[in-house]
Structure formats: C-alpha cells, structure tokens
C-alpha cells in the first residue's frame, strides 16, 4: 500500500503442491472436528431435551395422582366424620334410653321386689318405617308418654 514492491521469490511447483496439500488437510481437519464438535452438542441438547420432558412428564403424573389422593383423603375424612357423628348419636340415644330405664326401674322399685312379677315397659329400639310421627321419634318419648297405645307385655308365667 503506497510501498514499492519487494523482490518475491518465485515459488516452485512442489512447494506449491505442498503447501495446497497441507491446506486441504487441514481444511478437512478443521471441518471434521467443527462438524464433531457441532454433532456432539446437538446430540447433548436433543439428550437434555428428552430427559426434560421425561421429568415434565413425571412432574404432571405425580401432581395428578398427588391431585386424587388429595380428593380421596377428602372423600374419606367426609365418610369418616359422618360415620362418628352417626356413631355419636346412636350412643346418645342409647345413652339416654339406658338412663331412662335405670330411672324408670329405681322409680318403681324394681331393686325392692325381685319375686314379684313386673311389666316391663316396652321400648323401641329403631325407628320403623311406617311411623306416623313426621318428626324424629326416640324411644325416651315413647318412655314419657303416660298413655301408651300399645299393652304392656304380660308377664313371664313359670
């Protein structure tokens, strides 16, 4: 550039042949290793890709099943806490018709007159369901009321 030009030296025919041969080498060389190294990273990411999805997929399938054992958890607390309340007022009402009867036996005197032979109230123990009463009927009513529509049973005879 605005220098006057140097004596070049000719180059001969087999260091040209040479220094081409040496620069196709190292063409294909230097393509080789791109295309390996190219390759190597595709197939590592193609590798990372897979295993992603693989956890994405195992990631949904658990949240599903983490998703219905929460609604059957759900399902069985709400089973569960009906089931004790319905235990709970069966107790009750036993409770109830246990203490009406031991009431109702020391009123009478039960304790007092073994040998004589007692009527024994009769109590029903389930509601039935040809029952006239459209509120809930409990043995202790039927226990309360003076009158009772149905005869007392008679007694044992030995």
Known sequence: MGEPAKHIRPLSETRAIENGANSL???????????????ESWRSSRNQSKRRDDVDDQLDSLGTKVTELTTRVNELSTRWEDEMQYQK?????????????????????????????????????????????????????????????ESPPSPPSS
């Open 89 to 149: 007022q069966k107790n009750d009402e036993l409770s109830r018709i246990l203490q009406r009867v031991v009431e109702i036996g020391l009123r009478g005197g039960w304790a007092e007159f073994e040998d004589t032979p007692l009527q024994i109230p009769r109590i029903q123990l389930a509601i039935t369901p040809n029952s006239d009463k459209s509120s809930r009927h409990t043995p202790v009513d039927e226990l309360d009321t003076p009158n009772s529509t």
């Open 25 to 39: 080498a190292e063409g294909f060389l230097f393509t080789v290793a791109a295309g390996l190294i190219i390759g």
